[in-house]
């Protein structure tokens, strides 16, 4: 079904104006009344254990929770009587009690439905943050006899059981075995952007989803904050399909419904707008419940104007500012228009070369402690605009090395951007290879078809000699200062949509670790400037835009629809 008749399930244009009129940022959904009345009821009636005086959460609670909880327990299509809402997604800043509302929603869940014999997940990222899921579920009923009637308390196994259906709600630890046996039937995972940062997080998303596709079906509800670092891995993706339901463009039946406490784009890039404290209350719902203004006025004051990186952090937390948006600082200035410039059409580089007329190759290339990168740019027929994809490579020892960004290595890995060679000889041979395919497609020039940083290039030039891919097609590209117009010149593409990409995870990473510094009257990027995170699939991107920038032609040579058997990667 639809909400309206002109506007896709969940759709909610106008979520900027509900959240300045102080209503929830979220679409308008059906209810079956007599079971968010249920709902409202017994949550209304529970107490906060860790509050002076255990206030009822009737009495300390937003309207704003209570709102979302009857959408997401008791939504129904009015045609049907099924529920619409099966996932939920809340962004909303740090301190808004949290934690203490999904515990109490937890238990709210296990008394609304009556399903036999059933199991419920309540999911933390780190074992202190399920320790206090459980902790306050179990001081709510603690302080409530009625309720030490209703459930059994297994403290010893973090699990409450509904002794009149045997339902059971289980506290967990996010890891690889948290999902054993039975499919949970309803699942509530707290602080999800910090899954952004797990290896092989995406695949136990998929198996709590399974519950989703069984006759009885399962729900999802996750609640968190910004990430403290850029969106990576599964919070990226989870971010992106909320922002694209709530904007009306995921298709005609997402099961979904986004509500996502954050400025506008435009609100985020000006500094000035969310400095000023005055426009703060717009996303603190518990505003004079669980926060004090004063208190978080002083800590920015003391603690959030530190540093640069302390402002970043304590924005991203406290304001939902995602990092690489808002107070860019030293970021490339691409950054900040790379999310603005994806073509979901563009999935390959199969596509790119079906709809270019011309291509270039940049190719950065790393040693064993190191990623390998290559980019391939498009130039786009009758538009001629920039299409854009890359891949990149490791050796294993990239994971002991470089322990710090491991997750985020297996994580695009999982999803095909990222391949662990065997061997640099491995390594070289399959990015000749993809340079192959480009050059049999005919749409790579004779001359400065594929641009190298020199360094270090051995492997790879021996690779591409055995493809006979060769000077002039193949040259060097000289770098630092001499990469200017590549560094400027790209992020004003990206502003005017004049370059697109398919929204490669790893490509964004690379993008927002990127920090530009001037030199001379010349802004630079290098690998020394942007620190420990990996920016060489960028670097690649640069090489192939400088031959890119000296428009080329094609050679020409077989037609890319003769030769598509051949491109699938």
Known sequence: MRLTEDLP??????????????????????????????????????????????????????????????????SEDPETLQPI???????????????TYVAALALTALVVFDVPNRQMLVVGPSQNISDRLFD??????????????????????????????????EVKTFDTTIVTGEIPFITFIDEVHELGKKPKAA????????????????????????????????????????RKIRDGKAGPAPIMLP?????????QLDEKFWRDSGNWPLLLPNLNRSID???????????????????????????????????????????????????????????????????????????????????????????KRWLGWGKAWARATVFERRKSIAGELRQFEECGDLEIAASGEDQAASAAAICKRVFDSGLLPEAGGIGLDSAGVALLLDALENEELH?????????????????????????????????????????GNAKQVLKGSNYIVTKEVSGAGKIDLLMALFNASMLMFLNPEAAGGPSVYETRGALVL
């Not at 996932?87 to 949290?98: A, D, H, I, T």
């Not at 998303?205 to 079906?217: L, V």
């Not at 952090?313 to 200035?333: F, K, P, R, T, Y």
């Open 85 to 99: 809402v099966w996932e939920l997604l809340c962004m909303v800043p740090k301190k808004n009690s949290k934690t």
């Open 471 to 511: 000077q002039p097609l193949v040259q060097a590209v000289a770098q630092g200062w001499k990469l200017q117009t590549a560094i400027s010149s790209v992020p004003l593409k990206l502003e005017d949509r004049r370059f697109l990409h398919g929204d490669q995870p790893i490509m964004a990473w690379c993008v």
């Open 203 to 242: 695949k136990v998303m998929q198996q709590i989803r399974g519950g989703s596709i069984t006759k009885q079906r399962g729900r999802l509800l996750m609640i968190t904050t910004q990430s403290d670092e850029r969106p990576a891995g599964i919070w990226a993706t989870e971010l992106s399909k909320a």
């Open 293 to 383: 203004a004063q208190a978080l006025i002083d800590d920015y004051t003391n603690n959030g104007t530190a540093t640069v990186e302390a402002e970043q952090i304590w924005a991203s937390q406290h304001l939902n500012i995602e990092i690489g948006v808002g107070l860019s600082g030293d970021s490339w200035d691409g950054a900040l228009h790379w999310a603005g410039c994806i073509d979901d059409s563009l999935t390959g580089l199969d596509d790119l070369l079906a709809r270019s007329e011309v291509c270039t190759i940049g190719i950065d290339w790393g040693g064993a402690d190191d990623l390998a990168g290559l980019y391939v740019i498009g130039r786009e027929r009758v538009t």
């Open 9 to 74: 399930l969940f759709a909610c244009p106008d979520w900027w104006e509900r959240i300045q009129a102080g209503r929830v940022p979220m679409a308008d959904v059906p209810v079956n009344e007599r079971l968010a009345a249920k709902a409202k009821a017994f949550f209304r009636r529970l107490k906060l254990p860790d509050v002076p005086g255990t206030p009822t959460m009737g009495e300390a609670c937003g309207e704003w929770f209570i709102e979302i909880m009857c959408a997401f327990l008791a």
């Open 136 to 169: 306050q579920a179990e001081g709510m009923i603690g302080l409530d006899e009625r309720l030490k009637k209703l459930f059994q308390v297994q403290s010893h196994l973090k699990s409450i059981t509904r002794r009149k259906t045997g339902t059971q709600l």
């Open 259 to 267: 509500v996502l406490y954050e400025y506008p784009v435009e609100k």
